[in-house]
Nanobody
Framework: QVQLVESGGDLVQPGGSLRLSCAAS????????MGWYRQVPGKQRDLVAD????????NYADSVKGRFTISRHNAKNTVYLQMNSLKPEDTAVYFC?????????????WGQGTQVTVSS
């Protein structure tokens, strides 16, 4: 059974920092591209950042470039999102995502989400 368990969401003041973690089980973690998405009520879920299986490439939404950093520790089956200089518009539920392609099948898994609230 595949599980992605996020943690680290919290209430933080503007300008503050948080680190989200996502612990994976039930998959060969090192084979999966891992990502963080976020969603606010009434809107679609958007990509925040993702990282390749071999840690060779990362991708960020323009709105978080220079403030957020995605990383992974394959031996711990964990992906992280370091969030600095947080803004109120970063408030959302953050979801961990795992993706892997074994042609012709694409495997996608989601965590349950963790709430990040940026407010004074």
């Amino acid at each position: 059974q595949v599980q992605l368990v996020e943690s680290g969401g919290d209430l933080v003041q503007p300008g503050g920092s948080l680190r989200l973690s996502c612990a994976a089980s039930g998959i060969i973690f090192s084979s999966y591209r891992m990502g963080w998405y976020r969603q606010v009520p009434g809107k679609q879920r958007d990509l925040v950042a993702d990282i390749s299986s071999g840690v060779t490439s990362t991708n960020y939404a323009d709105s978080v470039k220079g403030r957020f950093t995605i990383s992974r520790h394959n031996a711990k089956n964990t992906v992280y999102l370091q969030m600095n200089s947080l803004k109120p518009e970063d408030t959302a539920v953050y979801f961990c995502h795992a993706a892997h392609m074994v042609f012709p099948t694409r495997y996608n898994y989601w965590g349950q989400g963790t709430q990040v609230t940026v407010s004074s």
